[in-house]
C-alpha cells in the first residue's frame, strides 16, 4: 500500500496537536492546535496590555484633572465628579470585555497577544466564526478569572474576605486555568460551550523553485538554452529515495548552507556509489533533486507513491 | 547552473521550468501572489483600500486557490509549494469564512433584537427559574413566619442590623426612608461588585452543574428576601418595604432570574442534548446563554445606578413604585413585545 509523507508545514508540530479542518468546499486543512504555552503567553500579554492601557487612561484623566485646576476654572460640583467616577467604573468593567471581543471580531480574530504568539481564534466546526461565539468565550472568560479575582480583591480590601471564601475563589480560578490541558483539543471552558478553538495562525511565503538541472529525456526539448548537464542518474541510481528522503534534500537546497550540503552530496555518493564530487555539490544536488523529483512525480501520476526509502 | 527563475509567470521562466509540476506552479503563481497580498490588506484591516476589481475577484481567486492546492497536492512533490499553499488556503478561508460583523455592527443587532430573540429563546427555562425564585420567596416567609429563628439562618450578618424580628416600626422605617449607606457612588460601587451581582454570575456559573445548584441558589435567595419581607410585614410595612425594593429591585431580580434561566438552559442541554452530541448542544446553547448574560450585565448596571442614585433621590413610596415597575414594563416590552423583523 503506498502511502504520502506529510510534506511540509506539519514539520515540527506536536503531532498531538495536528487536526483537520475540512473546508465547506471539501478540503482537507491540517491546523494545529495552539499549545497551552502560546495560550498562556498570549494571556499574559493581553493582560500586560491591558494593565498599560487602563494605565496610559488613568494617567490622561489625572493629567487632565491636574490642568483643569491649575488653569483656575471654577470647580466643577460633586455631585458631576461622582458621575464621572461612576461613568469611569463601568467603562472599566467593560473595557476588558471591549478589548477581547473588538480583536476577537476582526478579521485576524486574535487580540495583541495573540497575534504576538501566532495564534488565531476559529469555530471547531470549521464553518463561520459568529459573534455570538466570540462573545460567549469572552464573557466566560470574566467568569473563570477576572471576576473571582475582583471579588477576592474588593473583599480583601473590605477586609470582608473570608478564609473559606479566599480558598475557594482561589480553587475556582485554578480549575479554570488548568482546564485546557485537561482536554486534547485545548479548549477553555469559554471555547467549550462557545464552540470555538484557538488554533496556530498560518503564515505563508513562497520560496523559489528549486528544480534547476535538467530532467531526463523531454526537458532538453523544452529548454535548448540550458548548458548540458554534467550529472545523469540511472534509473537504478534514483530508484534508492522516496519522497520523504527528496523532501529533506529540497530543505537543504533552500536552506543552502555549503556543510550540509556536503554531507549530503556524500551521503548519497556513497549510495549509489559514485564518487564525490568535491567543490561541486550544489550541482550535483540540483540535478539530483530534480531527476529524483521528475522519477517521483512521473510514478505519482500513474498513482505510485513511493513514502520514503524503506517502502 | 545558475538559472534563476526570476520572473514568475512569464512566458520565459514556464518554457525554462523543468518540470510538469513547476510548470504548473508558474503558470498559476501570479493569481496566488495577487490573493496572497488581498488577504494580507484585508487581515490587516485595509479592506477599503482593496480595488473593486480586487473584490470581485476575491471568490474566483480563492476557489482557484482551492482547486491548486488539490492537485499540487497529488502532482507535485515540492513539499515547500504544498506548504505555502496549504497555509495561503487557510488564511483565505479564514477570510472568506471569517466573522461578517464588526463590533459596532454586533452593538447594533445585539439591542436591536438579538439579545430580545435569545431572551425568548431560553423561555421555558425563565418559567422554571421564575417557579424557584416564587417558591424561594414564599418559603422564606413562612419558615420566619412559622418560627423567627428562621431569620437569623436564613439572612447574612450583614443585612440584619437592626432589620430584625421584633424591631420596632420607626427603626424599620428609618432603613426604608432617609440616607442611610453614604452617597450615591460608594452604594454603586459597592453594588456592583458585591452581593447581587454575584448571585447572578454564580447562578448562571452553577448551571454547568445540570442547573441543580441554580435552582437551589435561587430559592436560597429569594428565601432571605422571603424573611425580609415578613419581617416589615409584621409592623405593618409592606408597601413601603417593597417600594424600597422595587426602585431597582425589578431591574435586579428580573436580571437574576434570567442569569438563573440561562444557567438552566445551559444545565438542561448538558442533561438532556437530545439527539445532538454533548458537546455541540452545549455550544448551541452556551451562545444562546451568553447573549442572555450579556444583557444581565447591562441590567445590573441600571441596577447599580438605581440603588445608588434613584433610591436616594427619591422618597415617596408612590413615586418609587412607578419608577421600579415603569421600568420593569419597559424591561418586559423590550424582551417579549419588541420583535423586529430578521434583517
Redesign the interface.
Known amino acids: 500500500m503506498a502511502r504520502a509523507a506529510q510534506p511540509g508545514r506539519s514539520h515540527g508540530i506536536d503531532p498531538k496537536l495536528k487536526r483537520t479542518l475540512v473546508t465547506p468546499e471539501g478540503v482537507a486543512l491540517a491546523v494545529a492546535v495552539a499549545p497551552a504555552s502560546a495560550r498562556i503567553g498570549a494571556l499574559f500579554i493581553d493582560l500586560a496590555a491591558l494593565f498599560g492601557l487602563v494605565l496610559g487612561f488613568v494617567l490622561t484623566l489625572a493629567l487632565l484633572a491636574w490642568a483643569y485646576s491649575s488653569a483656575g476654572l471654577p470647580a466643577v460640583s460633586d455631585g458631576f465628579v461622582n458621575f464621572l467616577v461612576v461613568l469611569f467604573i463601568i467603562g472599566l468593567l467593560l473595557a476588558r470585555n471591549a478589548y477581547f471581543l473588538f480583536f476577537e471580531l476582526g478579521q485576524r480574530a486574535a487580540t495583541w497577544g495573540k497575534r504576538a504568539v501566532g495564534i488565531r481564534v476559529a469555530s471547531r466546526d470549521g464553518g463561520r466564526l459568529t459573534a455570538e461565539a466570540v462573545i460567549a468565550r469572552n464573557l466566560l472568560r470574566d467568569i473563570e478569572m477576572f471576576l473571582p479575582l475582583m471579588f477576592m480583591t474588593s473583599g480583601g480590601v473590605q477586609g470582608s474576605l473570608s478564609e473559606f471564601a479566599a480558598w475557594s475563589g482561589i480553587i475556582w480560578v485554578g480549575i479554570f486555568l488548568v482546564f485546557p490541558l485537561l482536554n486534547k483539543d485545548r479548549l477553555r471552558c469559554g471555547d467549550l460551550i462557545a464552540g470555538t478553538w484557538v488554533v496556530e495562525a498560518p503564515r505563508s511565503t513562497l520560496g523559489a523553485v528549486v528544480t534547476k538541472g535538467v530532467a531526463p529525456g523531454a526537458a532538453a526539448a523544452d529548454a535548448p538554452s540550458l548548458p548540458p548537464d554534467r550529472y545523469r542518474f540511472g534509473d537504478d541510481e534514483l530508484s534508492v529515495y522516496g519522497e520523504y528522503e527528496l523532501q529533506m534534500l529540497e530543505q537543504v537546497l533552500r536552506t543552502a548552507n555549503p556543510d550540509a550540503m556536503e554531507t549530503v552530496a556524500a551521503t548519497i555518493c556513497a549510495k549509489i556509489g559514485r564518487s564525490a564530487p568535491s567543490g561541486d555539490e550544489r550541482a550535483f544536488l540540483d540535478a539530483y533533486y530534480t531527476q529524483l523529483r521528475a522519477r517521483l512525480e512521473r510514478g505519482l501520476r500513474f498513482g505510485k507513491r513511493r513514502a520514503d526509502k524503506n517502502s | 547552473?545558475n538559472?534563476?527563475?526570476t520572473n514568475p509567470g512569464g512566458e520565459q521562466a514556464v518554457?525554462?521550468?523543468?518540470?510538469?509540476?513547476?510548470r504548473f506552479?508558474?503558470e498559476r503563481?501570479a493569481d496566488?501572489?495577487r490573493l496572497?497580498g488581498m488577504i494580507t490588506a484585508?487581515?490587516k484591516?485595509r479592506?477599503k483600500r482593496l480595488a473593486d476589481d480586487d473584490v470581485m475577484a476575491l471568490p474566483v481567486l480563492y476557489?482557484n486557490l482551492?482547486s491548486s492546492?488539490?492537485i499540487a497536492?497529488?502532482?507535485?512533490?515540492?513539499?515547500?509549494?504544498?506548504?505555502?499553499l496549504?497555509?495561503?488556503?487557510?488564511?483565505a478561508?479564514?477570510?472568506v469564512?471569517?466573522?461578517?460583523?464588526?463590533?459596532g455592527g454586533?452593538c447594533r443587532?445585539?439591542f436591536g433584537g438579538?439579545l430580545s430573540r435569545s431572551v425568548r429563546a431560553i423561555g421555558f427555562d425563565i418559567v422554571v427559574a421564575l417557579a424557584a425564585m416564587v417558591i424561594g420567596a414564599v418559603l422564606g416567609f413562612m419558615l420566619v413566619d412559622a418560627d423567627p429563628q428562621w431569620f437569623y439562618r436564613l439572612v447574612p450578618a450583614?443585612f440584619s442590623d437592626v432589620r430584625v424580628p421584633g424591631a420596632s416600626r420607626e427603626a424599620l422605617a428609618g432603613t426604608l426612608f432617609g440616607k442611610q449607606d453614604g452617597?450615591?457612588?460608594s452604594v454603586?460601587?459597592a453594588y456592583?461588585?458585591?452581593n447581587n451581582a454575584?448571585v447572578a454570575?454564580l447562578a448562571?456559573?452553577l448551571g454547568?452543574a445540570f442547573g441543580v445548584p441554580t435552582v437551589l441558589l435561587l430559592i436560597y435567595n429569594t428565601a432571605t428576601l422571603g424573611a425580609m419581607l415578613w419581617v416589615f410585614a409584621s409592623r405593618g410595612l409592606t408597601v413601603e418595604f417593597v417600594g424600597w425594593l422595587s426602585i431597582h429591585g425589578t431591574t435586579e431580580l428580573l436580571a437574576i432570574l434570567l442569569a438563573g434561566a440561562a444557567g438552566l438552559h445551559?444545565g438542561r442541554a448538558l442533561g438532556f442534548p437530545g439527539k445532538r452530541s454533548h458537546?455541540?448542544a452545549?455550544?448551541?446553547s452556551?451562545?444562546?446563554?451568553?447573549?442572555v448574560?450579556?444583557g444581565v450585565i447591562v441590567m445590573l448596571?441600571c441596577a447599580g445606578?438605581l440603588e445608588?442614585f434613584a433610591r436616594q433621590l427619591v422618597q415617596a413610596t408612590e413615586v418609587r413604585y412607578a419608577i421600579g415597575y415603569g421600568i420593569l414594563a419597559l424591561w418586559l416590552a423590550y424582551f417579549f413585545a419588541f420583535r423586529p423583523r430578521r434583517s
Open positions: 547552473m538559472g534563476q527563475v518554457a525554462a521550468a523543468v518540470l510538469r509540476s513547476d506552479r508558474l503563481e496566488w501572489v496572497d484585508m487581515e484591516g479592506l476557489r482551492l492546492l488539490s497536492r497529488e502532482s507535485s512533490l515540492d513539499a515547500g509549494l504544498i506548504a505555502y496549504e497555509s495561503l488556503t487557510l488564511r478561508y479564514f477570510i469564512y471569517g466573522t461578517r460583523t464588526t463590533f454586533w443587532s445585539f438579538a450583614q452617597e450615591g457612588l454603586f460601587a456592583l461588585f458585591n454575584q454570575i448562571f456559573a454547568f445551559i458537546l455541540a452545549l455550544s448551541q452556551g451562545r444562546t446563554a451568553a447573549q448574560m450579556t448596571i445606578l445608588g
